[in-house]
């Protein structure tokens, strides 16, 4: 059966159906009312971005769980260039180097840097946890100044967790080289400009106005060289401080020293710092959001499996008696993941069954996209499916589920490989996500955000600190 939808007129039909995705609808709306139009989770849609700057926009969206999981199929689907999509950054923004993230896995390189992230995580990740404890702990203290000092209502807590994301990753791949030596506080916002640019043409909705926005983000790529400079300052840091792991490139592996430099720029930056920067925030709203009593249970099944002990060494081994906490962080994965759109190129033709038991023809070198806004709200998956309900994938029902989430570009049930393109991160991200939230009841007793909170804005208002009486 052909697939649903239409593309319209060329250009004309892309540039409106762009703007109701950024402006007029908003993302979910955009794709739920063609799903209303066409009677099918599957359809023909434009993506952004589109002409005049990017000419291919026509795709095939794939939006329930039974179709979508077909973008994790190597035997079906290219992930050549195609990591945001129809738009490929220039090689220039990453020192010319094509990096893993858009590498498909026929490309000999792929499995060879993949295994390099591996070992990157593998020889560095004590490290990582400890950096994350320290930074945590200092971010920690600096919103417990702020409160105390009394001159303020509510502290906003998002760019405390931008530094915490930026430092305790750089700190543990460069060896514990400080970053702040070199750029003071401005770190954070040097690896921002450079991705804000690098990715401008997808981004979010930024807070410029709409036609600013659209005439200087999203008409055209925007040139490498304006973000030259920073670049140029964060991966010279690296080059200097994280000689370690570029030696390991080169001897274990066999990359070329700036293949590795700018891979493990990119690994740090895009996938780490940027996810991390979006799944934190959404982290701390979602579970603060919650009831006194909830925080209470939350907090009591943490510092029960780790007494006084709150060390990452401690956590490591008592992770698998926190069922709460992994099910709370799963459940946040799932109601806000912080990559929201896959992609893939269809290798051949093949037909793609949708969630209503439909079968539609995909033709070779179709553009394959799914949002997980809406695959990992699948109403016929998951009950209640816009609700946050953290204790949703406890028991045996609830571990049937886990593989329904798809936050890390595969089943959350899958393992990570040099053979797939799931998240190389994967185990990592849910350990710092649980880490996360276990640092923070092994702290407070109950957290108060204020009302104008946002999944990436959270605003403190209270913290209540455990008693001894809690303790004991
Ligand atoms: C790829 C999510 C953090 C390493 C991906 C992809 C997603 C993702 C969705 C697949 C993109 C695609 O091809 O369609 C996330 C999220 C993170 C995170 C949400 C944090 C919250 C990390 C970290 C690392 C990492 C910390 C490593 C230290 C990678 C690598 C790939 C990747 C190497 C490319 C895999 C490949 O090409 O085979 N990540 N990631 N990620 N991620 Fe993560």
């Known amino acids: 059966m052909e697939v649903p939808g239409s593309y319209g007129v060329p250009w004309l039909s892309a540039i409106k159906d ?32 589109t002409p005049p700057g990017f000419p291919n926009p026509a795709g095939i969206a794939l939006l329930d769980q039974r179709s979508f999981p077909v973008l994790f199929d190597n035997s079906k689907v290219d992930k050549r260039d195609v990591f945001v999509g129809s738009y490929k950054p220039s ?33 560095t990740g004590p490290r990582f946890l400890s950096e994350f404890e320290a930074e945590m702990a200092s971010a920690l203290a600096g919103v417990e100044a702020e409160m105390e000092s009394g001159t303020k209502n509510s502290i906003a807590v998002s760019s405390k967790l931008l530094d915490l994301a930026f430092n305790f990753m750089v ?23 450079w991705i804000g640019v690098q990715f401008a043409p997808i981004s979010p909705r930024t807070q410029l106005p709409a036609v600013i926005e659209e005439l200087l983000l999203r008409s055209f790529p925007l040139p490498p060289l ?28 066999g990359l070329d020293r700036e293949e590795a430099l700018h891979n493990l720029v990119f690994v740090v930056g895009v996938n780490g710092f940027l996810g ?58 799932r109601i806000a993941p912080p990559v929201l759109y896959q992609y893939g190129r269809a290798r051949r033709e093949f037909v793609v069954e949708s ?33 946050f309900v953290p204790d949703r994938f406890l028991g045996a029902q609830g571990r049937e589920l886990e593989r329904c989430v798809f936050w890390s ?27 996360f939230v276990a640092q923070l009841y092994l702290r407070y007793e109950s957290i108060k955000l204020g009302p104008d909170s946002k999944p990436e804005s959270p605003v403190i208002k209270s913290l209540r600190k455990i008693s001894v009486a809690t303790r004991t």
């Open 171 to 193: 700190k543990a791949v460069t060896g514990g080289a400080d970053p702040s030596s070199q750029f003071g506080s401005y770190g954070p916002l040097l690896m921002q400009l």
């Open 276 to 333: 991390f920067s979006r799944m934190l925030p959404s982290l701390l709203f979602y579970v603060a959001s919650q009831s006194e009593a909830f925080q209470q249970r939350l907090g009591g099944e943490i510092r029960g499996a780790m007494g006084d002990d709150g060390s990452a060494r401690k956590f490591m081994a008592a992770v698998e008696r926190m069922p709460l906490l992994k099910s709370t962080v799963l459940e946040v994965m």
């Open 18 to 49: 762009k703007l109701d995705f950024h402006y007029i609808q908003g993302e979910v709306e955009f794709f739920k009312s063609r799903v209303k139009k066409y009677k099918s989770t599957v359809l023909k849609v434009n993506f952004i971005p």
């Open 91 to 123: 090689d220039a923004f990453t020192g010319g180097v094509r990096t893993l993230a858009y590498l498909d896995t026929e490309e000999e390189k792929h499995a060879r840097l993949k295994e390099f992230v591996f070992q990157i995580l593998k020889s």
């Open 226 to 253: 304006i973000v030259r400079w920073p670049y140029d300052r964060i991966a010279g840091f690296f080059r200097d401080n994280a000689t370690a792991l570029i030696d390991m490139g080169e001897k274990q592996f």
């Open 355 to 387: 969630g209503d038991g439909r079968e539609f023809l995909i033709r070779k070198g179709e553009l394959l996209g799914g949002s997980q806004a809406l695959v990992c709200r699948d109403p016929t998956v998951f009950d209640s499916p816009d609700e």
């Open 409 to 435: 570009n595969g089943r959350n049930t899958d393992s990570t490989s040099s053979a797939n393109k799931q998240c190389g991160g994967k185990d990592f991200v849910e350990t710092i996500g649980r880490l």
